[in-house]
């Protein structure tokens, strides 16, 4: 199994442009008429761009998912039968990524979890499905440097080092998809993997990497680790003492993971990115850090004024970790709504067509 592309799809980006772009910009409704009728000539990159319009609801379609499946397939020029996974090389590299994300995220994660059926994922192991979901994004890397793919290899290795059964499974893959493969070109020296740690170990140079070109979910993904590792740090150790006692002893290093922890969730918050500007605004209100193993206050991040900045924020560019924004700045800073029943009522709304989940606690507040 080996995708390629010939680079034809340097000429379809320059038609792209010339065509559409240009002369249309990037999101008015003829852009995105434009873009339909050159997904039809052929064109990868405008077939790409139609399938994100369908992916994204923007077109209405009773099967959003698996028809933005199909036509990410086209796009990356792959077919799919009883003889395999087939490339023709006349592909966009974008959309090996994003096969590869729909491979590792179906029925898993993200909006792919309750999606549709789509038949070809559905046959395949979990075992088949990260195989070809890691070659098809280090295909992308290779074409495109593109963060997202890099971001995806990491999640990737990550699962995979999270899984022993996995890891057993798919070792070898990962050592000739990644370890042997030349990643110069976006700045990683890949490292032989032997053990579950070095393959979590090799992941986070790739979610680094990622984060470093601005890749919101990386930031996201590292920010979750950081969580991890203190409240791991703050665990009960057999010594029976307090998690402040232990933070006491190793508070230089917790500082430090703290800082990381900030500095993981302030990059993609900037960014507008809601998940990370709703926690970092929870972070600044309590200095509480939460994960399933825990939890710890650190008192002297609390900044309310600041906490209120990032949970606005975190409104921006809705989605629906936006209506838990909204719902915290209504519980925590309820005197800017207590005379103004205006306000009240239009993030109310918004809550309920955001988040129903946030909604339900925010009417008994």
Request: with cysteine; hydrophobic share 35%; charged share 25%.
């Amino acid at each position: 199994m080996y995708f390629t592309t010939n680079g034809k799809y340097k000429d379809d980006l320059k038609e792209y442009s010339e065509q559409i772009l240009e002369k249309y910009g990037v999101s008015s409704e003829s852009a995105e008429r434009e873009i339909m009728c050159l997904a039809d000539s052929g064109n990868t990159v405008a077939c790409k761009l139609y399938a994100d319009l369908i992916y994204y609801k923007k077109v209405l379609r009773k099967n959003f998912y698996r028809d933005a499946f199909e036509l990410y397939l086209k796009s990356a020029g792959i077919t799919v039968n009883e003889f395999g996974w087939m490339c023709s090389g006349n592909s966009y590299p974008l959309s090996f990524w994003t096969i590869g994300y729909y491979l590792i995220n179906y029925k898993r994660e993200s909006s792919l979890l309750n999606c549709e059926t789509i038949d070809i994922i559905e046959e395949m192991s979990l075992e088949e499905r990260f195989t070809i979901a890691l070659k098809l994004a280090v295909t992308t890397v290779d074409h495109i440097p593109a963060a997202g793919a890099v971001n995806l290899i990491g999640r990737i290795l990550f699962e995979i080092s999270e899984d022993s059964d996995l890891f057993e499974k798919l070792k070898d893959t990962v050592i000739n998809s990644v370890c042997k493969h030349d990643f110069d070109s976006i700045g990683i020296v890949t490292v032989t993997v032997d053990t579950q740690k070095e393959c979590g170990l090799l992941a986070d140079q790739f979610f680094l990497k990622a984060a470093e070109d601005g890749y919101v979910y990386s930031c996201n993904n590292l920010a979750v680790r950081e969580a991890e590792k203190i409240i791991g740090m703050l665990s009960d150790d057999g010594t029976g003492r307090s998690k402040e006692e232990i933070y006491s002893e190793k508070k230089e290093e917790i500082d430090m993971s703290v800082i990381d922890y900030v500095c993981f969730l302030k990059l993609a918050a900037d960014r507008y990115e809601p998940y990370a500007a709703n926690r970092l605004g929870l972070f600044y209100r309590t200095g509480e850090i939460k994960t399933s193993e825990g939890s710890f206050i650190f008192r002297d991040y609390i900044d309310h004024a600041l906490a209120k900045e990032y949970f606005v924020k975190a409104t921006i560019c809705p989605d629906e970790n936006s209506g838990w924004a909204f719902l915290n700045l209504i519980r925590y800073y309820y005197n800017d709504y207590s005379n103004n029943i205006e306000l009240m009522n239009e993030h109310m709304d918004y809550i309920k067509t955001l988040n129903p989940k946030a909604y339900d606690i925010a009417i008994e507040l």
